[in-house]
C-alpha cells in the first residue's frame, strides 16, 4: 500500500511538474516573442529617429550655408548622433536582406559624412561649393527615401509579428487551461483510485472484526494485495491474532471443564469410595472363608477383580482431581524423548510404526516434574499408535521457539499419518471421559490429564489435524525454569 | 565579528575609491600650486577631410588636457569658409590649431602666441607646397603657364595659394599671377585642386605636398599624368595658438602638457588616439620662411584681407 500512495503521490506529482514544465514553456516562448516584439518595436523607434536625425542635418544645411562655428559643432553633433542611431540599428541581429540593405544604408550614410566633410572643409569657389551642397542634399534625400522604405518595411514585419504573436498568446491560453483540466482530472482519478482501494482493505478488516466480536473465531480475512504489501502484512497477522485467539479460547474452555469436572469426579469418587471399600474386604473375607465352593469363589473372584478396578478408575479420577504440585527438576526434553521411547519402541515395531526422531544439539533444558511429562509423552504416543492402525509414520520433533526476549520456549511436536481428528471433535478431546475407543478400552482421561500436567507445568499442548491426513500434538514447555 | 568584517572592510573600500574612479573624468585632477582664473579654454579647429573623424581624435587630446590642467577644454570647428581671422575674435576662441597661413595672419593682425604643434606619425612636423602640371599639358616652367588655366586651393593657403604667388614673381612675372593665367580657378581643398588638373578642368595648379604625396599613393594616375614643377621650402604643420591676452601661465602650462604629454602612459594613450607621436614647441621664428615666401609673393599679412570666395 505504501507503495501504492507512493506511486499515487509520485505521479500527481509529475503531473503537476509536467504542467509546470508545459506552463514555463509556453510562457517562456510567449515573452519570448513580447521580447523580440518589444525589440522591433524599438528598433521601429530606431529608424524613425534616424529619419528626423537626417532630416534635421537636412534641415540644417538646406537652412543657411553653414558658415559660423557653432553651425559647424550642431552639424557635427547632428551627424554623430545619427550614426549613433545607426551604429545601434546595426547592432542588432538581422536576417541577410535586411542586414544587405542595412549595410548599404551605412555606405549611403558614409557618403553622406564624406559630402559633408567636403562641404564644410571647402573654403573657396562658390561654384563648387553649391555643387557640394546638392550632393549632400542629393545623398541625404536618398538616404531618408531608404530608411523611410525599410521603416516601411519593418512595419509590414511589425504587423504580422505582432499577428504571431497574439497567436501564440492565444494558443498558449488554450494549452495552459487543457494542462490544468487534465491535471485536475488525473489528480482526482489518481485520489479516487487510492482511496478506493484503501476503503476496500479497511471494509474487509472491519467486517472480520465484527464477525470475531460476535464470535466466528473461524473467519479469517483474505486480502489479495500483492506479497510485501503492508495490508497483506496486516491480514496475515489479524488472522494470527485470530487464531491465537481462538486457541486462547480452547484453552480457557478446557481448563474451566478441567475444573468442573475434576470436583465432580473427586465427589463422586470420594463417595463411591466407601461402599467399594466395603465390597473389597467382604468379598475377601467371602473368600477366605471355606464354605464357599469353589464355582462361588471365582465368581467372588470376579467381583473382587472388577471392585480393583472400578477403585483403580476412583483413584485416576481422584489424581486428576487433587493433582499434587510437580516436583521439578531440569532435564533435557532430549532424554524425556528417549526414556520414553525405550517404553513403547516394541509396540511401534508391532504395530508397524515408523519412528523418526529429531532433537538437535544444544536445546535450552527444563524444569519439570520427569515422572510426570514422561506420562505426557507416553500417553501422546499411544494415542498417535492408536490413530494408526495399519502403520505409518511418527515424527517427534524438539525445537526451541523465543517467545519473546528472554524466554524461550521447548517445543516437542507428535506428528503421526493417522486417520485424523475431525474438527467438530477438536474442541472435545481434551475433555475428561471423551473417547473415540471402544468400551473398556480407555477411560477418555489419557488427554485430560496430560493436559492438566502440562498446564501445571506453565505450558500447553497444541493441536492441529486433518481427517485422512494425520495429527499434530504439540507441547510447549517453558525452557529453563525451576 | 569575522564573518562582517570583510563585508564591512570591501565596502569602506568601495566608498573611499568610488568617488574618485567616478569623477575622474569630470573632476580634473589639479596640479599643486597652479589655479587658473579660467574655468575652460575654447579651441578652434579648422575642417579637415573628415570633420567627424577629427572631432573625435581631438576629443582625446581635449580630454587629457582637461585632466592635466584642471581647465576644461572645448574643441568649436572654424569654418574655412569665410574669414577665419574675424571668426576667431567674434566668437571669442582663446585659442586654435592653425594652418599655416592662417596662423601668420592671426600673428599679424591679432598678436596670437604660438604654443605647441603635433609630431606626424611618420617623424614630420613641417610640409611643403608643390606646383604642378598635367604631363601632356607640355608646362615645364612659368612661361608654360602663361593663358592657362590655374587650380589654387583657397586665398588663404601657404601651398595653394602664397606659394604659387611667390613662385611667379619668383619667375620674373610682373602682374599678378592671378590675371597672368588665363583662369584663376579656386577650388577650396588641396584634393579638389589635384583631381581639378587631373581630370582636365585646369592645365596646372598647387597644393600641400601631404595631401598630393598621399592621394598619389591611392591614384597611379596622378604620379603618371602629373608633372611636379616646383617644390617649396618647409613651413610648420597645424599649429596651436593661443590669444595674446591669455593668462601667460595658463599658455605655458598648456605648451608643457603637449611637450611632456609623450612622457607619461595616460599621455601616450592619448597621443596614439589621437593620432600623432608627440608635441614639439612652436614659437614664431618656426615661420621665417613663410614671412619671407610672403615677402617674396608681396602679401602683407597685417593688411591682407581675405575674403574666400
Redesign the interface.
Given at each position: 500500500m505504501k507503495k501504492r500512495i507512493l506511486i499515487g503521490l509520485g505521479s500527481l506529482l509529475v503531473i503537476f511538474l509536467m504542467g509546470s514544465l508545459i506552463a514555463v514553456f509556453y510562457i517562456t516562448r510567449t515573452t519570448e516573442r513580447m521580447d523580440r516584439l518589444i525589440l522591433l518595436h524599438q528598433v521601429e523607434i530606431l529608424r524613425e529617429d534616424l529619419i528626423i536625425h537626417v532630416q534635421q542635418v537636412q534641415s540644417h544645411i538646406l537652412r543657411d550655408?553653414?558658415?559660423?562655428?557653432?553651425?559647424?559643432?550642431l552639424l557635427?553633433a547632428q551627424?554623430?548622433e545619427m550614426?549613433r542611431v545607426m551604429d545601434s540599428c546595426m547592432g542588432c541581429h538581422h536576417t541577410p536582406e535586411l542586414a544587405q540593405g542595412l549595410s548599404s544604408m551605412r555606405d549611403m550614410a558614409n557618403d553622406y559624412?564624406?559630402a559633408?566633410?567636403?562641404l564644410?572643409?571647402?573654403?573657396?569657389?562658390?561654384a563648387?561649393?553649391a555643387a557640394l551642397e546638392r550632393r549632400v542634399q542629393d545623398i541625404g534625400q536618398e538616404l531618408i527615401a531608404m530608411t523611410q522604405g525599410m521603416a516601411f518595411t519593418a512595419n509590414v514585419r511589425l504587423q504580422q509579428k505582432t499577428e504571431e504573436t497574439m497567436a501564440t498568446i492565444r494558443e498558449v491560453r488554450l494549452v495552459l487551461s487543457a494542462t490544468l483540466l487534465i491535471g485536475f482530472l488525473l489528480a482526482v482519478v489518481t485520489a479516487w483510485v487510492l482511496a478506493r482501494s484503501l476503503d476496500r482493505v479497511l471494509r474487509a478488516l472491519l467486517d472480520a472484526t465484527r464477525r470475531i466480536a460476535r464470535g466466528d473465531l473461524q473467519h479469517r480475512v483474505d486480502i489479495t494485495d500483492s506479497k510485501g504489501s503492508e495490508f497483506r502484512e496486516l491480514g496475515e497477522a489479524f488472522n494470527t491474532m485470530t487464531h491465537n485467539l481462538q486457541q486462547s479460547r480452547r484453552q480457557l474452555v478446557q481448563s474451566a471443564k478441567l475444573a468442573a469436572i475434576g470436583e465432580l469426579a473427586a465427589n463422586i469418587a470420594y463417595e463411591v469410595n466407601n461402599p467399594l471399600t466395603g465390597v473389597l474386604g467382604y468379598a475377601g473375607l467371602l473368600l477366605k472363608s471355606d464354605d464357599i465352593p469353589a464355582e462361588k469363589k471365582e465368581q467372588l473372584k470376579t467381583i473382587e477383580r472388577e471392585t480393583l478396578r472400578a477403585r483403580e478408575i476412583l483413584k485416576n479420577l481422584l489424581d486428576f482431581a487433587r493433582r499434587k504440585p510437580p516436583h521439578l527438576e531440569r532435564t533435557t526434553v532430549t532424554g524425556l524423548i528417549e526414556s520414553t521411547l525405550e517404553l513403547v519402541r516394541g509396540q511401534a515395531r508391532l504395530s508397524n510404526v515408523t519412528l523418526r526422531i529429531e532433537c538437535p544439539q544444544g536445546l535450552p533444558d527444563v524444569a519439570v516434574d520427569r515422572d510426570e511429562i514422561k506420562q505426557v509423552f507416553l500417553n501422546l504416543i499411544n494415542n498417535a499408535l492408536f490413530a494408526m492402525p495399519s502403520g505409518g509414520d511418527l515424527t517427534i520433533r524438539a525445537s526451541c521457539r523465543r517467545e519473546s526476549i528472554g524466554q524461550d520456549t521447548v517445543a516437542v511436536e507428535f506428528r503421526d499419518s493417522g486417520i485424523g481428528i475431525p474438527e467438530d471433535q477438536l474442541d472435545k478431546i481434551f475433555d475428561p471421559f471423551f473417547t473415540t475407543r471402544i468400551e473398556g478400552e480407555g477411560t477418555g482421561l489419557g488427554l485430560s490429564i496430560s493436559y492438566m500436567i502440562v498446564q501445571n507445568h506453565g505450558g500447553i499442548i497444541e493441536v492441529e489435524s486433518t481427517v485422512g491426513e494425520g495429527s499434530t500434538f504439540r507441547v510447549l514447555l517453558p525452557a529453563g525454569r525451576t | 565579528m569575522a564573518s562582517w568584517a570583510p563585508t564591512f572592510l570591501i565596502v569602506l573600500l568601495a566608498v573611499s575609491v568610488f568617488p574618485s574612479v567616478g569623477c575622474d573624468r569630470w573632476k580634473p585632477e589639479r596640479r599643486p600650486g597652479e589655479s587658473f582664473a579660467q574655468q575652460q579654454l575654447l579651441i578652434g579647429l579648422i575642417p579637415e577631410q573628415n570633420i567627424f573623424r577629427q572631432r573625435e581624435r581631438y576629443q582625446f587630446l581635449g580630454d587629457y588636457l582637461s585632466r592635466r590642467l584642471g581647465v576644461k577644454v572645448i574643441f568649436t570647428s572654424l569654418s574655412s569658409y569665410g574669414n577665419v581671422i574675424e571668426h576667431f575674435t567674434t566668437e571669442k576662441m582663446d585659442g586654435a590649431f592653425f594652418g599655416s597661413f592662417t596662423y601668420a595672419l592671426a600673428r599679424r593682425q591679432l598678436g596670437v602666441e604660438p604654443v605647441a604643434r603635433p609630431v606626424n606619425p611618420d617623424g614630420t612636423t613641417t610640409y611643403h607646397g608643390y606646383l604642378f602640371a598635367r604631363r601632356d599639358s607640355g608646362i615645364r616652367n612659368v612661361a608654360g603657364l602663361r593663358g592657362k588655366r590655374f587650380a589654387f586651393v583657397d586665398r588663404a593657403t601657404t601651398a595653394g595659394y602664397l606659394f604659387p604667388l611667390a613662385y611667379f614673381r619668383g619667375q620674373g612675372v610682373r602682374v599678378h599671377p592671378e590675371a597672368f593665367v588665363k583662369e584663376a580657378l579656386f577650388y577650396g581643398s588641396h584634393d579638389a585642386a589635384i583631381l581639378a588638373v587631373l581630370n582636365r578642368e585646369a592645365d596646372a595648379g598647387a597644393a600641400k605636398n601631404t595631401i598630393y604625396d598621399q592621394m598619389a599613393r591611392e591614384n597611379s594616375r596622378i604620379g603618371k599624368e602629373l608633372v611636379i614643377l616646383a617644390t617649396s621650402g618647409v613651413v610648420p604643420e597645424n599649429c596651436l595658438a593661443v590669444r595674446k591676452d591669455l593668462d601667460p601661465k595658463l599658455r605655458s602650462a598648456l605648451r608643457q602638457a603637449l611637450v611632456a604629454m609623450d612622457r607619461d602612459a595616460e599621455g601616450e594613450e592619448a597621443l596614439k588616439r589621437f593620432g600623432a607621436r608627440g608635441f614639439i614647441e612652436t614659437n614664431d621664428r618656426d615661420y621665417a620662411y613663410l614671412y619671407s615666401l610672403a615677402a617674396e609673393a608681396g602679401l602683407d599679412f597685417k593688411t591682407y584681407r581675405y575674403q574666400s570666395r
Open positions: 550655408r553653414v558658415r559660423s562655428s557653432g553651425d559647424v559643432d557635427v551627424v554623430q550614426d559624412k564624406s559633408i566633410s567636403g564644410i572643409t571647402v573654403s573657396a569657389n562658390p563648387r561649393v | -
